[in-house]
């Protein structure tokens, strides 16, 4: 059983103006072709060794979140002590 996956394919002109949405395409590992005329002229491949995005939270296996998120840092009372 063979089975062909089909390669995004865009003009020259669609790249142009498309380019932005292209990328965010071809880093999520979609590879496109570029052609002219309905001719193939180039590939665009996602890099092998693309940068680790690093800012998404939990990360840094080494980080230890303490406490809840989503509740409040400081007691009521605590938050009456920092009034001005």
């Known amino acids: 059983m ?3 996956m089909a390669m995004k394919t865009t003009s020259i002109a669609n790249l142009k103006t498309h380019s932005p949405r292209i990328i965010r395409s071809v880093e999520a590992g979609e590879p496109c072709l570029v052609t002219r005329r ?3 002229v180039a590939q665009i491949l996602p ?3 693309s ?3 690093r800012t998404r939270l939990g990360f840094d296996t080494g980080v230890h979140i303490l406490g809840s998120l989503t509740e409040p ?4 009372i605590e938050w009456g002590d920092l009034s001005f």
Not at 73 to 76: H, Q
């Open 73 to 76: 840092a400081l007691d009521a």
């Open 38 to 40: 309905n001719k193939p």
């Open 51 to 53: 940068p680790v995005n």
């Open 2 to 4: 063979t089975i062909l």
């Open 47 to 49: 890099c092998q060794d």
